[in-house]
């Protein structure tokens, strides 16, 4: 059996050897023209990311900023294709919390709009997209809401999540790039906070599954 495996990893290094043997020959066999073309490719993705990068930022991404009205999130949805927009509540301890995480990930990830709306300042828009718990986050691309992040409950039914969890969460929405395992939160597999005792009070002083506090509760 050992004679058997040792021949079996020879045969698995002299297949890698000559995998790398192939592409050695290969980039020697590049000529002068052959790398000025994959240096001038090279040099343009790069461009086509810095110029994208700048019409994110000139569209208000890498910063988490706070919108006016209804009015203002409509010209929003216009400019930017992906928008993760909190609706939130004065005196809210959780919106805080929301706020606190989507203002780290702003500044990380350019490529989405970060944004919060008070809920009082948009009635129609809230009853609109049937807002009922706060703190919600809707997730929303090409002007569509394709997903919402209701209470805390995806985020560990906890208020001392971490922002990383609330980034994977987004992600699973597709608003952002992620690098991560989208099947696996970050936490799985350590001693996560996030998991409780199901006797842990939620803002409404009792076990609501959302993990939020509806908006005339406050």
Known sequence: ????IQQK????????????????????RL??????????????????????????IAAGHGDYSELADEKE??????????IICLF????????????MHLNILAKKHVEARFCKLNVERCPFLTERLKIRII????????????????????????????TEMMEWRIAQSGAIMYNGDLLNPPEKG??????????QKTIRGNNDSDSGSELDDE
């Not at 703190?135 to 560990?156: M, R």
């Open 73 to 82: 999130f409509f010209e929003v949805s216009k400019k930017s294709k992906n």
């Open 135 to 162: 703190p919600t986050i809707a997730l929303i691309h090409d002007s569509k809401t394709k997903d919402y992040i209701v209470g805390f409950t995806d985020l560990g039914n906890c208020d001392d999540f971490s």
């Open 9 to 28: 990893v020879l045969e698995v290094a002299n297949h890698v050897e000559k995998q790398l043997d192939a592409e050695l020959e290969q980039l020697e």
């Open 1 to 4: 059996m050992e004679a058997l």
């Open 88 to 99: 939130y509540k004065d005196g809210s301890p959780r919106c805080k919390i929301a706020d």
């Open 190 to 199: 350590k001693k996560n906070p996030a998991i409780r005792s199901r006797n």
């Open 31 to 56: 000529d002068t023209d052959d790398l000025e073309k994959l240096r001038e490719k090279r040099l343009k993705e790069m461009k086509q990311i810095h110029h994208q990068k700048q019409a994110w």
